[in-house]
């Protein structure tokens, strides 16, 4: 700046810190990760709106503002699939950068990618969630009618049935959908973050 | 959910503007263009500082925490620099989504990449702020050495030198940054937004 040349250069003087502090809460991702028709979607749509009554300031990833968007160019192979849960897990890092909670809803069916998302973050800012279910349960609910036309082979390399999903090995909160209601699931996320202060 | 059959799938019922009511303010992308060295980011980082002086939430997108992260694997031919900037509105759009006054720093050179970012938000969620500074002072301040550099010839398709800049045909604010001061030039930028209402 031709006015300016005796300001020093600052980095970023606004924090991480300091956005939390601005909302009184501290910043994470909450990583649901499951089969499709797990209940992934229903739970974290809950979650939101539970989180948001309690004036917690979130925000949720999900294949309708993900895949239509920024993952467009993106298709199904495996190495696709791995680049859409990088970009997500880059994504996710910078809103908990902003100090936001995030919430994302994705199959993510590879442990490594999972754990590619994890190395980005601090330990308490990454929460893996497995939303367990299994497979005939998934398939009998088929909220989309997509693993029927897997089934039918229609749909190529669809996760379950002609390609794999990698259980969590060790995740920090697993919701079994098969014994658990949506309330119950959102009571126990809900008790987790504030057992662990994070509002 | 199996004890959840009479549950009416919802669509997501906390919106952009439950989040914008959390926090006072309306959420916007601030694009911030330029010729490197036009101060692009020494503004942003002051305009950062003063809005979170007034309780303002922000997050400031720049090369730092993109480059390095989302878009690692992206170089700077003309292809790679159009789908940067693609990613970079798509992540913005998601900021401006979760509540977040977003500011971004990035020369952007071409118009038609920034006009595809515009398309992506609403007319007033889109503020475009050149920052506008003649070549011969960009060169002179040289804060990186990249002009050198490029007159050198050891960098290629640096915009300026030897790739081109394109001039905001309308941008929403213009910063002469050969005549306004740094905090000049922040002090433009929060009128702007205090007249328009976002905080």
Redesign the interface.
Known sequence: ????TN?V??????TKQ??QQ??KQKSAVLWFTGLSGS?KS?IT??L??AL?EQ?V?????DGD?VRH??NQNLGFSPEDRT?NIR?IG??A???V????LTLTAFISPYEADRNQVRE?LDEDEFIEVYVKASLA?CENRD?KGLYKKARAGEIKGFTGIDAPYEEPSSPTITLD??????P??VQTVITYLKDKGYF
């Open positions: 700046m031709s006015k300016a300001i250069w600052h980095e970023s003087e606004v300091n956005r601005l909302k209940g229903t749509v809950a939101e709106k948001y004036n300031h979130t925000y949720r990833l503002n968007g920024l680049e970009r880059e994504v890092k910078l809103m950068d902003a100090g936001i980005l349960a909220p959908t098969d014994v658990l209601s949506v119950e699931a």
